[in-house]
């Protein structure tokens, strides 16, 4: 029986049919501009065409300069077509379908160059583009349309036109970027011109049996932005127009509602896509948070939509479809909507991979081939590292024993994993918990063994991945009871109603997230009324204000840095974190000296002015040190035969992403 009946349904559109109702979405992968660059990308997406996916969308693609997201980032011209037919045969000879996205950046462009429809800089760019001219309007149309010639001349089965997240067309949709005077701007039919005009030349000139996607901003997300009925209106136009699929756009980039970070509810943003269900006669997909089969199926079930979008969860897992297919899908290495690896990397200009899955684009540098010698390998410590080379080094035909002390397997991650909004972190550990099943790997909970237990069973490798433990910190008073250190608090300490926490990294913040929400799961409706999603529509934009529901707690979080708090976390979360804890009204106070700690609370100074948090709790969140006394008693008797490698190896910046891509790469050279 097919567990995803409608996912795994083909969709006739006509000319051409669709193995299922599965679109792997666009992301900038950061390798189109890369030497070489062309043949790892025919790698990475015939891998997922081979995983079962029904049609692939490559990363944005410029239609000229003007339309770079960053300076020389990629864009057609027609010396490329050949490049791209490396990925276009790559594709096609796996059996996939895959369309080419035309993305003019507009003025999000990071680059001198950039053009808009007015001469206004974005909040996130600090280049002011240019205004279009009238000649510059249709030179930029006429340019759309030759990328998508090239890209029928590269053979690909269709283009996607990006009309939105505020990139070039939706800002030539909106009132908010368009108070242009001319044909192009103005009244709703002037706004649309653009648009339209992309979608019918390109029509025009790649005849009828081309896949044509526009991608529509559904929801903008910012003041101004279009209302319900334009963006219907504009539906039906497009339709007219000569699309073939509508895909759902969610949230300008410069929009301060996320729309794709984990604590986004899973699925959470199809009721968009269900709203527009029935006004057009084209299929509709939607998007943003689908990453297990059972919420794609899910939407498709309700009716929201013809098809869904995933795009993280194909760096995740390439096999995410044939996994599913197969009913095999508590084998998905599943999205965790991290951005640590994939959109982080871009925003650093770095290529994209995938935290929980480090082959994600790099398909022609790792390369899983049997050991010539099997081995029988230890290893010790099933955090994420541990688990991360235990699978591959049994995937290279290893005997592997695994080796923990705790009842339990993940480390920190399964920690993570009961903080508000990370409840996804849950899945890694339940694919590796899978994998080890699979994979034979032999699993010891609950076992301490010394160095000399370790060496006397012979093993002819040993990984120690330990993992890290809190740092101890030497305040006067860090014996107080009311000290607590975040493990004991995430493991159900009990808490009072005020408190300190030490240290600001990335786990200070989890903790005062963790400390001041409710938690259990958030419905989509509690999601839109904390960040201002006007789920009504009565406003352009569909915002409203933000209503979050009040702290529980009353946190103070503390560093001894000067400066904003939270400066480190990641690019495309970090925000959103910030804002979370504003909105809880968490006191944020940075260049704090730690005097001591009595009945009375925290003693700390600011500035040289002293001050006591009378606080029922302090919770430590300062960092942590490598664990790594048995490597040491290891290492003393067998030296370099012993693998070190995750926190165990370096507790300073360790996050999971280094943890499981080191766990990979050690087993890979057993
Ligand atoms: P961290 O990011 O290194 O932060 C440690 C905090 O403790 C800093 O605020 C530091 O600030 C403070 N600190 C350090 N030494 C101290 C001392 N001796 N006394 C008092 N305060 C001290 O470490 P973390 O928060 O434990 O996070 C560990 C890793 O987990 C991070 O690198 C991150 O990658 C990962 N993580 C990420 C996220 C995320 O949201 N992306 C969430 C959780 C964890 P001052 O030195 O200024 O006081
Ligand atoms: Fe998903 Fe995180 Fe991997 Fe990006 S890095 S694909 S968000 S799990």
Redesign the pocket.
């Known amino acids: 029986m097919q567990h995803y009946p409608l996912l795994f349904q083909p969709l006739d559109l006509g000319f051409i049919t669709l193995r299922n109702r599965v679109l792997m979405g666009s992301m900038h992968i950061g390798l189109e501009e890369q030497k070489g660059g062309f043949a790892q990308l025919a790698q990475f997406y015939a891998e997922r065409a081979k995983g079962g996916v029904g049609l692939i969308v490559t990363g944005g693609i410029a239609p000229n300069r003007a339309g770079w997201v960053s300076p020389f980032s990629a864009r057609m011209k027609p010396s490329l077509v050949a490049k791209h037919q490396l990925i276009t045969q790559a594709v096609h000879a796996e059996g996939g379908r895959i369309c080419m996205q035309i993305l003019h950046a507009g003025r999000y462009g990071y680059h001198p160059l950039a053009v808009a429809p007015m001469a206004v800089k974005s909040p996130i760019s600090k280049f002011k583009p240019w205004k279009l001219s009238k000649r510059g309007v249709k030179k930029t149309i006429r340019d759309f349309v030759r990328s998508a010639e090239l890209a029928q001349k590269a053979n690909y089965d269709g283009v996607e036109v990006m009309g939105s997240e505020g990139y070039l067309i939706n800002e030539f949709i909106a009132p908010y970027t368009n108070q242009r005077t001319d044909e192009w701007g103005g009244s709703m039919e002037n706004r649309f011109r653009f648009p339209l005009e992309i979608v019918r030349q390109i029509r025009e000139k790649v005849g009828r049996n081309f896949i044509i996607i526009y991608r529509l901003s559904m929801l903008d997300l910012v003041k101004n932005g279009s209302n319900w009925d334009e963006v219907v209106l504009l539906a039906k136009a497009i339709e007219k127009a000569g699309a073939t699929i509508i895909n759902t756009g969610v949230g300008w980039h410069e929009a301060r509602i996320p729309t794709i970070a984990t604590l986004v509810p899973q699925g959470g943003f199809s009721w968009i896509t269900a709203r527009m269900k029935g006004e057009v006669n084209i299929p509709l997909i939607t998007s943003n948070r689908i990453n297990t089969p059972e919420v794609a199926e899910d939407i498709l079930q309700r009716g929201d939509a013809d098809m869904v979008s995933m795009a993280r969860p194909f760096l995740a897992d390439a096999d995410f479809c044939r996994k599913a297919m197969e009913n095999r899908a508590d084998e998905i290495n599943t999205c965790i909507a991290?951005n640590?690896a994939c959109l982080d990397h871009i925003f650093k200009q770095k290529p994209a991979t995938c935290l929980v899955n480090p082959r994600a684009a790099k398909e022609t540098i790792y390369n899983i081939t049997l050991a010539q010698k099997k081995k029988t390998v230890a290893i010790i410590g099933a955090g994420m590292a541990g688990l991360s080379s235990a699978i591959s080094a049994a995937d290279r035909g290893h005997t592997v024993h695994l080796f923990e002390k705790s009842d339990t397997i993940g480390g920190?991650f399964r920690m993570?994993a009961k903080v508000p909004g990370k409840a996804d972190f849950k899945e890694t550990i339940r694919y590796f918990s899978r994998q080890l099943e699979l994979k034979g790997v032999q699993l010891h909970l609950k076992t301490t063994l010394s160095a000399e237990a370790f060496i006397a069973k012979n093993f002819d490798e040993i990984v120690v991945a330990t993992g890290v433990k809190p740092?101890q910190?030497s305040?006067p008073g860090i014996d107080h009871p009311k000290v607590l250190s975040y493990p004991e608090v995430l493991n159900g300490a009990k808490v009072g109603h005020s408190v300190a926490i030490?240290?600001?990294?990335?786990?200070?913040?989890?903790m005062a997230a963790f400390l001041t929400e409710k938690g259990g799961e958030q419905s989509f409706e509690a999601f839109a009324k904390t960040w201002g999603v006007d789920m009504s529509y009565q406003e352009r934009g569909a915002i409203a204000k933000p209503n979050p529901s009040p702290a529980t707690r009353e946190v103070f979080l503390?560093?001894?840095?000067e400066g904003k708090l939270g400066r480190?976390?990641?690019k495309t979360?970090g925000w959103i974190?910030r804002r979370l804890l504003k909105f809880k009204k968490v006191n944020m106070i940075?260049g704090?000296v730690?005097e001591k700690i009595d009945d009375a609370g925290l003693h700390i100074s600011v500035k040289g002015v002293r001050k006591i948090l009378s606080v029922d709790q302090i919770v430590i969140?300062?960092?942590?040190v490598s664990e790594n006394t048995l490597f040491e008693n290891l290492h003393k008797q067998l030296g370099d035969k012993i693998h070190l490698i995750g926190g165990a190896k370096l507790a300073?910046?360790?996050?999971?992403q280094r943890a499981i891509r080191e766990g990979f790469e050690i087993g890979l050279r057993l």
């Open positions: 991290c640590q920190q993570a740092r910190l305040i030490i240290g600001a990294g990335g786990i200070g913040f989890d503390l560093q001894r840095s480190k976390l990641g979360t974190h940075g704090v730690y969140c300062a960092g942590q300073g910046e360790l996050d999971a």
